[in-house]
C-alpha cells in the first residue's frame, strides 16, 4: 500500500440551494429545501412536475472573462467550472492554475450534456413521411442543419466537461470520466485519489455534474416509476427513511473538489481542509436496475472504504463512542433504496450501527444524479470543520425497515461529544454500483 497520503485543499459546488460554501451550508443545517414546481419548460402534464432546480445562475459571475472561451459549454458543464473556480481559489492555485500542469489531473463522473430537445423534435417530425411511413434522410439533414447548433451537439458528450476544466485549470495529467450513474463523482473522486497514491499526480480535480431536469430526463426516470409523484406539496416530496416515501425528487448541480499529496500540499503552503482515508469500490452484479436485496455490495464498499483508512467499525473510543462519527447516505427516498442502505449500514456497523448518525441531504437537495457523490462529499468535510450534521428532512413517519439515527428534522451539534473526526460518504447506482468514500479530519 502506498503511504503517498491525499488531502483535500479546495472545494466547490453549484446545488439548487446556492453555490457559497457557507450559505448552502447554513441552508442545509437549517433543513431549507428548493424542491418545487419546474420553471425550465412545461411540465404540467407530467406526473412529476416539479424538481430542485438551480435559479438565477450566471457563469461569469463566478469564473469572469473565462466564460467567453466556455460560452458554448452546456449548463452541466458550466456548472462545473463554477464550482471547479471556488475550488481552486479556495485551495490557493496562483491565477486559477495548477501549479505544475503535467502534474494535475482530471477526474469527474460528469453526465451527458442537455439535448437541443425543441430543435431536436422539430427535426425528427419534419423528416418523417407519414405516407410512407419512414424517415426523409433529405429532409430530415435540411432541418437538422436549419435548426441545430453543431457545437452544442457536441456538448453532450460527456467527456466534453472535463474538457473544459482542463482547459481553464491548465491541468495537463490523467484525465477519466466515468459513467456510473449516480456513484459516479463518488467514484471520481475515490479513483482520483488512487491516481494520486500511486503517483501518477500530484493535484487532481475530481467530483462531477450533471442535470437531467429537461423532458427527456424526466420522461425517463417517470417511466422507471423512480420519482415521488407529490404534486401537491413538493416541499415533502423528498422523504429519505419514512414510511410514506414515494421516490426521489430530481436536483442538479455540481460539486469539484481539489485533492493533493500531503507533501505536495505543504510545500506550497495550501490549508489542508481534511484527508480522504480511504475508498471502496464494488458492484452488486445483480440486477440494471434494482440493488441487491441485502445490500452485499454497498456493505462491501463500506468495508473496503474503512479498511483503507484503517478504522474497524466495531471498536469505540474511551467514551464508547464509535470510531465514525457520520454516515453521509446515498438515501434517494426510493422504498427500496433507502431499506436496503439501512441494512448494509447494520451490516457493516453490527450492535454500533444505531449510534451512527445516519442522514440523507437528498431530501433538501434533491438527486443531483453524477453530480450527487461529490456534493454530499463536501458536506461531510462541512461537518468535521464545523462539528455538526445535516438532517433528514421530511421524516415524520418512522419506517421500522430504517430504524437508525437518521437525524430527523433538525441538524445535530456533535462539537459537546467530541464533534466530528471521521465520516462515510456513501454513492450507490443503477447497474449496481456502489462507492464509499472515507473523510477524516486532517492530523499530521
Not at 449516480?182 to 485519489?193: D, F, V
Not at 479498511?307 to 462519527?325: F, K, N, S, W, Y
Not at 449500514?345 to 437528498?362: I, N, R
Request: proline share 5%.
Amino acid at each position: 500500500m502506498s503511504d503517498r497520503r491525499v488531502v483535500i485543499t479546495g472545494m466547490g459546488w453549484v446545488t439548487p440551494l446556492g453555490t457559497d460554501l457557507d450559505g448552502v451550508w447554513k441552508r442545509l443545517l437549517a433543513g431549507d429545501t428548493a424542491i418545487g414546481p419546474i420553471d425550465r419548460f412545461d411540465a404540467s402534464t407530467f406526473s412529476t412536475s416539479f424538481a430542485s432546480e438551480v435559479k438565477g445562475f450566471d457563469l461569469r459571475a463566478h469564473v469572469g472573462d473565462l466564460a467567453d472561451a466556455h460560452a458554448e459549454a452546456g449548463i452541466s458543464t458550466k456548472y462545473a467550472l463554477a464550482a471547479a473556480m471556488s475550488a481552486v481559489r479556495q485551495a490557493g492555485f496562483t491565477g486559477d492554475k495548477a501549479p505544475n500542469p503535467a502534474r494535475c489531473g482530471v477526474y469527474l463522473g460528469a453526465g451527458e450534456g442537455t439535448l437541443d430537445y425543441d430543435h431536436f423534435m422539430a427535426t425528427h417530425v419534419a423528416g418523417w413521411d407519414a405516407e410512407s411511413k419512414s424517415v426523409d434522410g433529405a429532409k430530415w439533414a435540411a432541418r437538422a442543419h436549419e435548426g441545430m447548433n453543431a457545437l452544442l451537439e457536441l456538448e453532450q458528450e460527456p467527456h466534453l466537461t472535463v474538457s473544459h476544466l482542463a482547459d481553464a485549470f491548465g491541468a495537463r495529467g490523467p484525465a477519466f470520466n466515468c459513467m456510473t450513474a449516480c456513484a459516479a463523482s463518488a467514484q471520481a473522486t475515490g479513483e482520483g485519489a488512487e491516481i494520486i497514491k500511486r503517483g501518477d499526480a500530484d493535484v487532481m480535480l475530481v467530483g462531477g455534474a450533471h442535470t437531467m431536469i429537461h423532458p427527456l430526463g424526466m420522461s425517463g426516470f417517470i417511466r422507471l416509476t423512480a420519482m415521488s409523484t407529490k404534486r401537491d406539496d413538493p416541499t415533502h416530496a423528498s422523504r429519505p427513511f419514512d414510511a410514506k416515501r414515494d421516490g426521489f425528487v430530481m436536483g442538479e448541480g455540481a460539486g469539484i473538489l481539489v485533492i493533493e499529496e500531503l507533501e505536495h500540499a505543504k510545500a506550497r503552503g495550501a490549508t489542508i481542509l481534511a484527508e480522504v482515508a480511504g475508498y471502496g469500490s464494488t458492484a452488486d452484479a445483480y440486477r440494471i436496475t434494482d440493488i441487491h436485496p441485502e445490500g452485499k455490495g454497498a456493505a462491501a464498499a463500506m468495508r473496503w472504504a474503512l479498511h483503507e483508512a484503517g478504522i474497524d467499525p466495531h471498536a469505540t473510543d474511551d467514551t464508547g463512542r464509535p470510531l465514525v462519527h457520520y454516515v453521509n447516505a446515498h438515501g434517494t427516498g426510493t422504498q427500496e433504496n433507502d431499506k436496503i442502505e439501512t441494512a448494509a449500514v447494520k451490516a457493516v456497523f453490527g450492535g454500533l450501527a444505531p449510534k451512527v448518525p445516519f442522514s440523507s441531504v437528498k431530501s433538501m437537495l434533491g438527486h443531483l444524479i453524477q453530480a450527487a457523490g461529490a456534493v454530499e462529499l463536501i458536506t461531510c468535510v462541512k461537518a468535521i470543520e464545523t462539528g455538526w450534521i445535516p438532517p433528514t428532512r421530511n421524516l415524520e413517519h418512522p419506517d421500522p425497515l430504517c430504524d437508525l439515527d437518521h437525524v430527523p428534522g433538525e441538524a445535530r451539534d456533535l462539537n459537546p461529544v467530541g464533534g466530528v473526526e471521521v465520516c462515510l460518504s456513501n454513492s450507490f447506482g443503477f447497474g449496481g454500483q456502489n462507492d464509499t468514500v472515507c473523510v477524516r479530519r486532517f492530523r499530521d
